[in-house]
């Protein structure tokens, strides 16, 4: 009967989720100036029902095998003691931050597969391979990093488990560590860049379709280092919660090659943008800033594990090695 009361509340709380999504769906919320705020359209309140459905699933399987006490059932003793141990805090916290990304990355994830899956399907012809590549070759390089990258990210925050590694050690706790991580995310990020602007985006354009190509090849060597540096991560990438230590590839040289990847992705696409706007320097700073500060809070906070502090005096460097 224990068994069946823990999964009862687990369930609960999967599609309580689901309705707080389906009733405020945050994760479609989008700006522009004709239409103001407004809600993306997609498939991503199916691919969320369809998930809960399979979650809900797992959760009571997982629940059901379990030789220890669940995390459910430590949850509860702790309202019934009116007393969260150190262990339930962090629980909490992580609940928290499974709640806000996987309406985020996971629906994502599918849908950039699909559009993939439309791309490469696609009948158009073109004359020549710098536009092939400009039009189709690129673009296949975004969604498959973005599929990778955010399908990494979405399994992670799905499950937690010893036999792959994954186990959560500690989440922030911090205030300004996790302010400064969701405005980079939908809806914050929707709100700041009304007053503070995003001026970059992937599909910049260089002069001409010549000078274009050039640069995009670079941009795909970069954006494909950075799937290659949340691969390297594997279970162990998550925002705000340390599942552990990464020493290997690229980690061995500089301890945040992710950020690296994306900065420099940012300020290649921005020049264009820059040649007509000066002014737009500054927000371009600004976000750079946010990405250094979403850096150092991190460390702040995986700095307090052992096995970090070991790793930050073998690698000294955090994005450039000798420099930075």
């Avoid at 969604?143 to 925050?157: A, E, H, K, N, P």
Wanted: proline share 3%; with cysteine.
């Amino acid at each position: 009967m224990k068994k069946l009361y823990f999964n009862t509340i687990a369930v609960s709380i999967i599609f309580i989720s689901l309705l707080i999504y389906l009733v405020f769906p945050f994760y479609l919320l989008q700006h522009d100036t004709v239409r103001g705020y407004y809600l993306a359209e997609g498939n991503h309140v199916l691919v969320l029902k369809i998930a809960a459905i399979l979650y809900a699933i797992y959760q009571v399987v997982l629940i059901s095998l379990a030789k220890g006490k669940s995390k459910i059932e430590l949850f509860l003793e702790g309202v019934k003691n009116k007393s969260f141990t150190i262990n339930d805090w962090k629980n909490i916290r992580y609940a928290a931050v499974k709640f806000f990304f996987i309406p985020l990355m996971l629906p994502s994830t599918i849908i950039y597969f699909n559009l993939f899956l439309d791309l490469v399907l696609s009948e158009v012809v073109y004359n020549d391979f710098i536009t092939f590549f400009n039009k189709v070759i690129f673009t296949s390089v975004i969604y498959i990093v973005s599929f990778v990258t955010l399908g990494f990210y979405s399994f992670v925050y799905l499950f937690e488990s010893k036999k792959i590694n994954s186990e959560v050690k500690s989440v922030d706790h911090t205030f300004f560590g996790w302010a400064v991580l969701l405005i980079c995310y939908i809806p914050f990020f929707v709100f700041v860049t009304q007053y503070i602007p995003f001026p970059t985006q992937d599909y910049a354009f260089f002069i001409n379709e010549e000078v274009t190509f050039i640069v995009r090849i670079f941009l795909c060597l970069v954006m494909l280092f950075k799937m290659y540096s949340v691969v390297l991560l594997g279970a162990k990438c998550s925002n705000l919660a340390n599942r552990g230590i990464v020493t290997s590839g690229a980690y061995k040289y500089i301890r945040h090659p992710h950020y690296l990847a994306k900065l420099i992705i940012w300020w290649v696409t921005f020049l264009p943008f820059l040649i007509h706007n000066y002014w737009a320097i500054g927000p371009m700073v600004f976000w750079t800033v946010v990405y250094f500060l979403r850096a150092l809070t991190e460390e702040r906070h995986l700095s307090k594990d052992l096995d970090y502090l070991d790793y930050k005096k073998q690698v000294k460097w955090m994005f450039i090695p000798r420099v930075l």
